[in-house]
Protein backbone atom coordinates (compact mmCIF):
# COMPACT_ATOMS: atom_id res chain seq x y z
CA UNK A 1 0.00 0.00 0.00
CA UNK A 2 1.24 3.44 -0.80
CA UNK A 3 1.36 5.71 2.41
CA UNK A 4 1.17 9.54 1.39
CA UNK A 5 2.67 12.03 3.62
CA UNK A 6 1.68 15.63 4.23
CA UNK A 7 4.30 18.16 4.98
CA UNK A 8 4.27 21.97 6.06
CA UNK A 9 6.71 23.57 2.89
CA UNK A 10 8.25 26.87 3.17
CA UNK A 11 7.77 27.94 -0.46
CA UNK A 12 9.12 31.59 0.48
CA UNK A 13 10.03 33.53 3.36
CA UNK A 14 6.72 33.51 5.55
CA UNK A 15 5.01 31.34 3.59
CA UNK A 16 4.06 27.71 4.61
CA UNK A 17 2.02 25.93 2.52
CA UNK A 18 0.43 21.89 2.92
CA UNK A 19 1.73 19.24 0.42
CA UNK A 20 1.17 15.90 -0.29
CA UNK A 21 4.30 13.49 -0.67
CA UNK A 22 4.54 9.77 -1.87
CA UNK A 23 6.69 7.95 0.57
CA UNK A 24 8.96 6.22 -0.94
CA UNK A 25 10.10 2.59 -0.60
CA UNK A 26 12.64 2.04 2.49
CA UNK A 27 15.70 -0.44 1.48
CA UNK A 28 17.44 -1.98 3.69
CA UNK A 29 19.44 0.51 4.92
CA UNK A 30 16.99 2.83 5.57
CA UNK A 31 14.22 4.11 7.83
CA UNK A 32 10.50 6.05 7.98
CA UNK A 33 9.84 7.99 10.90
CA UNK A 34 5.62 8.73 11.43
CA UNK A 35 6.17 12.17 13.14
CA UNK A 36 4.61 12.66 16.62
CA UNK A 37 5.83 15.86 17.23
CA UNK A 38 8.66 18.51 16.29
CA UNK A 39 9.85 21.00 18.32
CA UNK A 40 9.79 24.57 17.75
CA UNK A 41 13.14 26.09 17.09
CA UNK A 42 14.58 30.03 17.07
CA UNK A 43 16.41 28.79 14.31
CA UNK A 44 13.23 27.59 12.75
CA UNK A 45 11.58 31.07 13.02
CA UNK A 46 14.40 32.71 11.12
CA UNK A 47 14.25 30.27 8.37
CA UNK A 48 10.47 31.03 8.24
CA UNK A 49 11.41 34.84 7.80
CA UNK A 50 13.97 33.69 5.08
CA UNK A 51 17.05 34.74 6.85
CA UNK A 52 18.58 31.13 5.86
CA UNK A 53 16.94 30.75 2.35
CA UNK A 54 20.51 31.16 0.47
CA UNK A 55 22.07 28.44 2.81
CA UNK A 56 21.64 24.70 2.82
CA UNK A 57 18.63 23.32 1.31
CA UNK A 58 17.41 27.03 0.31
CA UNK A 59 13.98 27.04 -0.30
CA UNK A 60 11.21 25.45 -0.94
CA UNK A 61 12.21 23.08 2.16
CA UNK A 62 10.68 21.06 5.01
CA UNK A 63 11.43 22.69 8.02
CA UNK A 64 11.64 20.68 11.63
CA UNK A 65 15.18 19.53 13.24
CA UNK A 66 14.10 18.51 16.26
CA UNK A 67 12.29 15.25 15.59
CA UNK A 68 10.42 12.39 17.81
CA UNK A 69 8.26 9.83 16.61
CA UNK A 70 7.64 6.24 15.86
CA UNK A 71 9.76 3.74 13.50
CA UNK A 72 6.84 2.93 11.42
CA UNK A 73 9.19 1.04 8.42
CA UNK A 74 12.61 -0.29 8.48
CA UNK A 75 15.24 -1.70 6.67
CA UNK A 76 16.74 -5.48 8.12
CA UNK A 77 20.01 -4.12 8.21
CA UNK A 78 18.99 -0.32 9.76
CA UNK A 79 16.90 -1.82 12.41
CA UNK A 80 20.63 -4.09 13.77
CA UNK A 81 22.16 -0.70 13.29
CA UNK A 82 19.76 1.61 15.09
CA UNK A 83 18.47 -1.75 17.58
CA UNK A 84 15.09 -0.26 17.09
CA UNK A 85 11.89 -1.93 15.13
CA UNK A 86 8.48 -0.85 13.97
CA UNK A 87 6.80 1.16 16.61
CA UNK A 88 9.44 1.97 18.57
CA UNK A 89 9.63 6.07 19.60
CA UNK A 90 12.57 7.72 19.03
CA UNK A 91 14.64 11.13 18.51
CA UNK A 92 16.27 12.38 15.90
CA UNK A 93 19.11 13.63 15.99
CA UNK A 94 19.57 16.77 13.54
CA UNK A 95 22.54 15.95 11.96
CA UNK A 96 23.11 13.47 9.64
CA UNK A 97 27.23 12.80 10.04
CA UNK A 98 29.52 11.99 7.08
CA UNK A 99 31.88 9.73 9.69
CA UNK A 100 35.01 10.65 7.43
CA UNK A 101 35.63 14.15 7.53
CA UNK A 102 37.69 16.20 9.78
CA UNK A 103 35.48 17.24 12.20
CA UNK A 104 33.80 13.79 12.63
CA UNK A 105 36.62 11.44 12.94
CA UNK A 106 37.51 14.04 16.02
CA UNK A 107 34.17 13.68 17.81
CA UNK A 108 32.50 17.16 16.95
CA UNK A 109 30.48 15.12 14.64
CA UNK A 110 27.70 18.36 14.72
CA UNK A 111 29.84 19.87 12.38
CA UNK A 112 30.38 17.78 10.06
CA UNK A 113 31.73 19.74 6.75
CA UNK A 114 29.00 17.67 4.49
CA UNK A 115 26.38 19.87 6.00
CA UNK A 116 23.60 17.02 6.04
CA UNK A 117 20.43 16.41 8.33
CA UNK A 118 17.28 17.53 9.12
CA UNK A 119 15.14 20.67 8.06
CA UNK A 120 17.54 23.05 6.88
CA UNK A 121 20.07 21.21 4.95
CA UNK A 122 18.00 19.16 1.93
CA UNK A 123 15.12 20.93 0.04
CA UNK A 124 12.05 18.90 -1.60
CA UNK A 125 14.21 19.00 -4.76
CA UNK A 126 16.34 16.35 -3.64
CA UNK A 127 15.21 12.83 -3.13
CA UNK A 128 13.52 11.43 -1.32
CA UNK A 129 12.01 14.56 -0.50
CA UNK A 130 10.79 14.02 3.31
CA UNK A 131 14.01 15.72 4.87
CA UNK A 132 12.18 17.82 7.42
CA UNK A 133 9.83 17.26 11.07
CA UNK A 134 6.89 19.43 9.74
CA UNK A 135 5.29 16.34 8.09
CA UNK A 136 3.45 13.19 9.08
CA UNK A 137 6.49 11.46 8.04
CA UNK A 138 10.16 11.82 7.92
CA UNK A 139 12.69 9.93 6.25
CA UNK A 140 15.77 8.03 7.58
CA UNK A 141 18.98 7.57 5.98
CA UNK A 142 21.52 5.25 7.04
CA UNK A 143 23.20 7.82 8.51
CA UNK A 144 20.52 8.73 11.00
CA UNK A 145 21.63 9.28 14.38
CA UNK A 146 18.57 7.87 16.65
CA UNK A 147 17.97 7.47 20.64
CA UNK A 148 15.27 5.52 22.12
CA UNK A 149 12.65 7.18 24.29
CA UNK A 150 10.77 6.88 27.21
CA UNK A 151 6.53 6.18 26.21
CA UNK A 152 5.72 8.07 29.06
CA UNK A 153 6.45 11.40 28.73
CA UNK A 154 4.17 13.68 26.66
CA UNK A 155 5.10 14.74 22.90
CA UNK A 156 5.51 18.47 23.97
CA UNK A 157 7.62 17.80 26.83
CA UNK A 158 9.55 15.48 24.94
CA UNK A 159 10.67 17.56 21.86
CA UNK A 160 12.82 19.39 24.51
CA UNK A 161 15.26 16.61 24.04
CA UNK A 162 17.56 19.15 21.84
CA UNK A 163 17.44 22.34 23.90
CA UNK A 164 17.33 20.38 27.16
CA UNK A 165 20.66 18.10 25.77
CA UNK A 166 22.13 21.27 25.32
CA UNK A 167 21.73 22.78 28.63
CA UNK A 168 22.99 19.63 30.30
CA UNK A 169 25.92 20.31 28.41
CA UNK A 170 26.51 23.69 29.33
CA UNK A 171 25.95 23.53 32.82
CA UNK A 172 27.85 20.31 33.43
CA UNK A 173 30.36 19.80 30.97
CA UNK A 174 31.23 23.27 30.05
CA UNK A 175 30.22 24.93 33.24
CA UNK A 176 31.16 22.65 35.43
CA UNK A 177 28.48 23.52 38.04
CA UNK A 178 28.03 21.53 41.05
CA UNK A 179 26.97 21.98 44.41
CA UNK A 180 27.02 25.52 45.76
CA UNK A 181 27.85 27.19 42.74
CA UNK A 182 26.35 30.65 41.14
CA UNK A 183 25.41 30.66 37.58
CA UNK A 184 24.26 33.34 35.94
CA UNK A 185 21.89 32.62 32.80
CA UNK A 186 21.91 35.20 30.09
CA UNK A 187 18.37 35.74 29.02
CA UNK A 188 15.34 33.45 29.78
CA UNK A 189 14.66 31.90 26.25
CA UNK A 190 13.76 28.46 25.92
CA UNK A 191 17.08 27.34 26.39
CA UNK A 192 18.05 29.87 29.61
CA UNK A 193 14.91 28.69 31.27
CA UNK A 194 16.25 24.67 30.29
CA UNK A 195 19.84 25.86 31.72
CA UNK A 196 18.50 27.46 34.60
CA UNK A 197 16.15 24.24 35.40
CA UNK A 198 19.81 22.22 35.18
CA UNK A 199 21.73 24.82 37.04
CA UNK A 200 19.14 23.49 39.96
CA UNK A 201 19.05 20.35 39.67
CA UNK A 202 23.05 20.38 39.28
CA UNK A 203 23.16 22.37 42.46
CA UNK A 204 23.70 25.66 41.98
CA UNK A 205 22.49 27.66 44.61
CA UNK A 206 22.74 30.75 43.34
CA UNK A 207 21.13 31.58 39.77
CA UNK A 208 21.05 35.12 38.37
CA UNK A 209 18.58 35.35 34.59
CA UNK A 210 19.13 38.93 32.95
CA UNK A 211 16.84 40.12 30.94
CA UNK A 212 14.90 42.61 29.78
CA UNK A 213 11.75 44.42 32.27
CA UNK A 214 8.64 41.92 30.70
CA UNK A 215 11.05 38.70 31.50
CA UNK A 216 10.23 38.71 34.88
CA UNK A 217 6.90 38.11 34.40
CA UNK A 218 7.08 34.55 32.76
CA UNK A 219 4.90 32.21 34.04
CA UNK A 220 7.25 30.05 33.39
CA UNK A 221 9.47 30.32 36.57
CA UNK A 222 7.49 28.41 38.63
CA UNK A 223 7.03 25.28 36.28
CA UNK A 224 11.16 25.69 36.18
CA UNK A 225 11.81 25.94 39.47
CA UNK A 226 8.71 24.08 41.58
CA UNK A 227 7.87 27.81 43.24
CA UNK A 228 7.96 31.10 42.51
CA UNK A 229 11.49 33.00 42.75
CA UNK A 230 12.22 34.43 46.27
CA UNK A 231 13.67 37.76 45.16
CA UNK A 232 13.37 39.23 41.65
CA UNK A 233 14.59 42.89 41.27
CA UNK A 234 15.49 45.21 38.25
CA UNK A 235 19.13 46.82 38.07
CA UNK A 236 21.16 48.27 35.44
CA UNK A 237 24.18 46.05 33.82
CA UNK A 238 26.11 48.59 31.57
CA UNK A 239 25.16 47.33 28.05
CA UNK A 240 29.24 48.14 27.45
CA UNK A 241 32.71 47.90 29.71
CA UNK A 242 30.84 45.61 31.15
CA UNK A 243 34.10 44.40 32.80
CA UNK A 244 33.28 47.05 35.28
CA UNK A 245 31.07 47.19 38.03
CA UNK A 246 26.95 46.77 37.18
CA UNK A 247 25.85 50.24 38.46
CA UNK A 248 25.05 52.22 35.13
CA UNK A 249 23.52 51.79 31.36
CA UNK A 250 20.75 50.21 30.21
CA UNK A 251 18.10 48.81 32.27
CA UNK A 252 18.42 44.81 32.65
CA UNK A 253 15.64 42.79 34.55
CA UNK A 254 17.30 39.78 37.25
CA UNK A 255 16.54 37.01 39.12
CA UNK A 256 18.54 35.39 42.05
CA UNK A 257 17.55 32.45 43.62
CA UNK A 258 18.11 32.19 46.55
CA UNK A 259 18.83 35.88 47.88
CA UNK A 260 21.69 34.97 50.02
CA UNK A 261 24.22 37.33 51.16
CA UNK A 262 25.33 40.05 48.85
CA UNK A 263 28.39 39.15 47.01
CA UNK A 264 31.49 41.29 45.58
CA UNK A 265 30.94 41.31 41.27
CA UNK A 266 33.97 40.34 39.52
CA UNK A 267 34.41 40.24 35.76
CA UNK A 268 34.35 36.32 35.43
CA UNK A 269 38.14 35.40 34.03
CA UNK A 270 36.11 33.41 31.00
CA UNK A 271 34.93 36.79 29.70
CA UNK A 272 36.55 38.68 26.80
CA UNK A 273 36.68 42.64 26.42
CA UNK A 274 36.73 44.11 22.67
CA UNK A 275 38.86 46.66 21.53
CA UNK A 276 35.54 49.20 21.45
CA UNK A 277 34.64 48.15 25.48
CA UNK A 278 31.80 45.89 24.80
CA UNK A 279 32.73 42.00 25.69
CA UNK A 280 31.12 39.21 25.64
CA UNK A 281 30.93 35.87 27.41
CA UNK A 282 33.36 32.86 26.37
CA UNK A 283 31.66 29.68 26.85
CA UNK A 284 31.29 29.76 30.59
CA UNK A 285 29.69 32.21 32.51
CA UNK A 286 30.02 31.58 36.38
CA UNK A 287 30.73 34.31 39.52
CA UNK A 288 31.46 32.77 42.29
ZN1 LIG B 1 17.07 23.74 16.89
ZN1 LIG C 1 31.59 14.60 8.62
Known sequence: MTIRATAAVLKKPRDLQLRDFTVPDIGPDEGLLRVEACGLCGTDYEQWQGHLRD???????????????FIEAVGSNAAKRWKVAEGDRVAVEPVIPCGHCSQCVTGAYTRCETDSGYGLYHGTKVAPLLWGGYAT?????PRAMLHHLPT?????????????SNAVRWIYEVGKVGLGSTVVVSGPGQRGLLATFVAKQAGATSIIVTGIGKDAR???????LGRTPRSMSTRTIPSRACAHSPTESSPTSSWTSPPGPPRPWRRPST????ADGSCSPVSRVTIR
Open 55 to 69: WGGGLPIIPGHEVIG
Open 137 to 141: HLYLH
Open 152 to 164: GVPPDVMTLFNPL
Open 218 to 224: RSSWRGI
Open 271 to 274: WSSA
